[in-house]
């Protein structure tokens, strides 16, 4: 299937300028992982995935599970877009009584499959939603996007392995490699080494991707659908803070709480992709 690449180009900018938004309004927040993810996520729910969010819980949906859960904003802002709910409730992030909270709840929010925030296993849950749709002849793909720092965690290995045990390949797997985690930078804490090379010994099918490219990431995910006995792995060469320069090269970007300097310079983002969509500049 070709990408419909402008269509899927605005969604992108959509989804970017209320994840800056909806974290703006809250005054603090997970920038740096939200953002790194949401050319994944605009290919995801613009152009690939089958769903509806008239009925979120259609059971030939395909499932999405957002195992770094703190990326939540990024996802928030991605159903909004998508027609979950409306955008003015990404303004409730994280308050008292919101159906958004910090961290996805399944429980709360609509088209959210699965309840993730402990790192290290939403995989887990990822590769049993794929493997109950496999017992059940069924045709439905699971999509998961697991952080770079959260594979430090043994138990997403154990699901890796399980995974192509069991030969899911109705199952995705896309890693945010954007080489920063919470203390610094991956490479300092636990060396990933290479994930592409990790993957493939784990008997996945692996491909890596410029994480900022709607293109490769479509492309990447045609080619893996051509698999009928491997789960698939997507490494996305992403940067933390992605498609805002200022945040990008903030080197704590993880969690920030802006300092004058940093809510200049998100209002000034969300103020150009505001032009750029046409919409009239809220800040």
Not at 275 to 282: A, F, H, I, Q
């Amino acid at each position: 299937m070709g990408l419909d690449l402008q269509k899927v180009e605005k969604f992108r900018d959509e989804i970017r300028l209320n994840t800056l938004k909806e974290l703006y309004h809250l005054g603090f927040g997970h920038y740096g992982g939200s953002l790194s993810i949401i050319e994944a996520l605009a290919v995801l729910y613009g152009e690939v995935m089958k769903v509806n969010p008239l009925d979120p819980k259609w059971a030939d949906r395909d499932y999405f599970i957002l195992s770094k859960g703190h990326g939540g904003p990024g996802l928030y802002a991605t159903l909004a877009a998508k027609g979950y709910f409306p955008e003015e409730v990404l303004f409730t992030l994280n308050q008292n009584g919101t159906t958004l909270p910090s961290h996805p709840d399944k429980n709360l929010t609509p088209g959210v499959d699965m309840t993730t925030g402990s790192l290290g296993q939403g995989i887990s849950a990822a590769v049993g939603v794929a493997l109950s749709h496999k017992l059940s002849n069924k045709d439905n793909y699971t999509y998961c996007i697991v952080g770079d720092g959260e594979l430090n965690e043994g138990q997403c290995w154990e699901a890796a392995q399980f995974a192509a045990h069991h030969k899911l390949n109705h199952l995705f797997v896309f890693i945010d490699d954007n080489k920063k985690q919470l203390d610094g930078l991956t490479k300092d804490i636990i060396d990933p080494l290479d994930f592409e090379e990790k993957f493939k010994a784990f008997g996945f099918y692996t491909m890596k991707v410029d994480g900022r490219s709607l293109e490769q990431i479509n492309e990447a995910i045609e080619e893996g659908k051509s698999q009928s006995e491997r789960p698939i792995a997507i490494i996305l060469d992403t940067v933390k803070g992605q498609g805002v320069p200022y945040l990008e090269e903030k080197a704590d970007n993880h969690h920030i709480r802006p300092s004058e300097e940093d809510a200049t310079a998100i209002r000034r983002a969300i103020a150009e992709l505001e032009t750029k969509l046409g919409k009239v500049v809220s800040v």
